[in-house]
């Protein structure tokens, strides 16, 4: 059978766009992006709390080949993130693309073609790509009494615009969304309770307004543009590097940023039980950093206390830990995503002789070849899998993908092939050398991280989520990866293999 459509990209954010843009330029233009939410921009359209910025500088974070020269602050607020995704939505042509408010519930791979369940629709396409993102499916803590709390209960992923003057605010959580939202809440609330687990490390942010005539300098002559991008990335590139990839070779290094925020703090808190609160004790970068300039400040602020001690249970009109009860009016939820139990796969995808995705990720260990494909699921593209995700700009990872995309495709159409499957050995070795890699050389597993409470860590206990490789290496291996790593079918042949193709194969 001819199927609907060439491909069918399975969400609306920087993933599938850079997804989508890269099948169109290998002529596959009868795409279907579907996203459960009701509009583009995946992260950048569903997170709307006050304070929200990008914390990667914004030169570095966007695609390379669509630099924006516009952006108004180094690092830019969460809307000029939305509009940009806008705007390459609109000169990629991708919005006739897409439908929203569409939630796929489960792909069947059928011998050629996929069939995926579109709310109540089936739709079939030779290809599929997920690009469901990392932190799309958000947390809401299990504590007890939770649902009994008559006051209003927020999620920082479905933020409703509230006036919360005068208001007593408790927020749960201390990562890298609430370090955004807490200074926020603090200008406004009457008393700000923040209920923290697991300090995080915080750096200074060289956030500045980027202004008018160096934006203008930026439209006028992009390669300045793009060697502030080469300097940022170079910067995230050392902190990943040293910080977390090398740290057997590099200590020195991750001890370092570990002062320089200990003397961020310092310099901002000046009460010692406050500061030793604040502080982590686990290693720097075996949970995701951030930056900022207020957060630590915030607490020394009269109405605005840090609460350690764990929380027992909520009630009607209040938070109770061992300390005390707190009565509060608003109760924010700053608790994050589920990965690993909800987010690999987003939802049931089930490949050749019935592999159930999840199911073979969980009994077999999280795995996929440089992050993209899984044996056992032909034409299938997970572009949210483990070890995808590499160095800190999470472009990086989207860019390096459409580069594999792009060796993956001309091999297969030189070939004259319709059919993609990543062979098993090529992934054994794979996973062999990351699982190599994260043991020898990263401070998840020699460094301190079993009080972290990270999410790069899965739910037994292995560091699966980023790339333990320099950027570099990861971008090489994307433009370079041995073609016969791949088994290639011809269209309409159903063997697996194509013999003799591979032998005269010429380099793409
Ligand atoms: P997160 O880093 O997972 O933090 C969740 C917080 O909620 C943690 O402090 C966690 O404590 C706490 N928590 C969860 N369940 C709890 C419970 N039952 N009781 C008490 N505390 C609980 O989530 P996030 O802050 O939303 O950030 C997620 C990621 O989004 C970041 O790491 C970053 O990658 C990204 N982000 C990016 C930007 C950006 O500008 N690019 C901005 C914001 C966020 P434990 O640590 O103890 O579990």
Not at 105 to 125: I, L, N, Q, R
Not at 216 to 234: I, M
Not at 345 to 368: C, H, K, S, T, Y
Not at 425 to 433: H, Q, S, T, V
Request: glycine share 6%.
């Amino acid at each position: 059978m001819t199927p609907q459509y060439d491909a069918v990209v399975v969400g609306a954010g920087f993933g599938g766009m850079g997804a989508a843009i890269e099948l169109k330029r290998l002529g596959h233009h009868n795409l279907l992006i579907l996203e459960r939410e009701d509009d583009l921009g995946g992260t950048w359209h569903v997170n709307r709390y006050p304070g929200l910025a990008v914390d990667i500088p914004s030169s570095t974070y966007s695609y390379s080949f669509e630099p924006n020269p516009h952006w108004s602050r180094l690092f830019a607020p969460g809307e000029e993130l939305k509009r940009y995704a806008e705007h390459v939505a609109h000169k990629y042509d991708l919005r006739r693309s897409m439908r929203f408010c569409v939630a796929v519930t489960g792909a069947t791979w059928k011998d050629d073609h996929w069939e995926v369940v579109a709310g109540d629709e089936t739709v079939t396409a030779r290809y599929l790509v997920t690009a469901t993102g990392f932190l799309s499916q958000p947390k809401t803590p299990d504590i007890a009494g939770i649902e009994s709390f008559a006051g209003k209960v927020i999620h920082t992923a479905a933020w409703e615009p509230s006036d919360l003057t005068g208001k007593r605010v408790a927020i749960i959580g201390t990562g890298a969304t609430a370090v955004q939202l807490i200074p926020e809440l603090a200008k406004t609330a009457s008393d700000l309770t923040v209920y923290q687990r697991t300090p995080i490390w915080v750096s200074p942010k060289p956030d500045y307004p980027i202004p008018l005539a160096l934006r203008k300098l930026f439209a006028r002559l992009p390669f300045v543009q793009r060697t502030v991008r080469r300097l940022g990335s170079s910067i995230l590139e050392l902190m990943m590097i040293s910080g977390v990839v090398h740290y057997r070779q590099l200590r020195v290094a991750n001890r370092l940023a570990e002062r320089w925020c200990r003397a961020h703090l310092h310099r901002q808190v000046r009460d010692p039980e406050l500061r030793r609160k604040l502080t982590p004790d686990y290693s720097f970068g075996c949970k995701r950093p951030t930056f900022s300039n207020d957060y630590f400040r915030t607490f020394t602020q009269p109405h605005v206390h840090l609460e350690t001690s764990a929380i027992e249970r909520i009630d009607a009109s209040g938070v109770v830990t061992a300390d005390g009860r707190t009565e509060i009016d608003v109760l924010v939820l700053a608790t994050g995503f589920n990965l690993w139990d909800t987010n690999f796969p987003a939802f049931e995808v089930i490949g050749r002789d019935g592999r159930n995705l999840g199911a073979w990720w969980r009994q077999n260990r999280f795995q996929a070849y440089e992050g993209v494909t899984v044996p056992g699921f032909p034409n299938y593209l997970s572009l949210n899998s483990p070890y995808s995700y590499s160095g800190l700009s999470y472009f990086t990872t989207i860019e390096c993908q459409m580069t594999h995309m792009r060796r993956l495709f001309t091999a297969m159409h030189s070939r004259g092939a319709s059919v993609f499957e990543i062979t098993q050995r090529a992934n054994d070795e794979f996973l062999d050398r990351m699982r190599t890699k994260v043991a020898q050389n990263s401070v998840f597993s020699l460094g301190q991280c079993s009080t972290a409470r990270s999410y790069y860590f899965n739910q037994h206990g292995e560091a699966t989520l980023l790339r333990p490789t320099s950027t570099i290496s990861a971008h090489r291996a994307a433009a370079r990866f041995p073609l016969e790593h791949y088994d290639f079918t011809p269209r309409g042949s159903t063997q697996a293999v194509v013999e003799g193709l591979l032998d005269d194969a010429q380099p793409v």
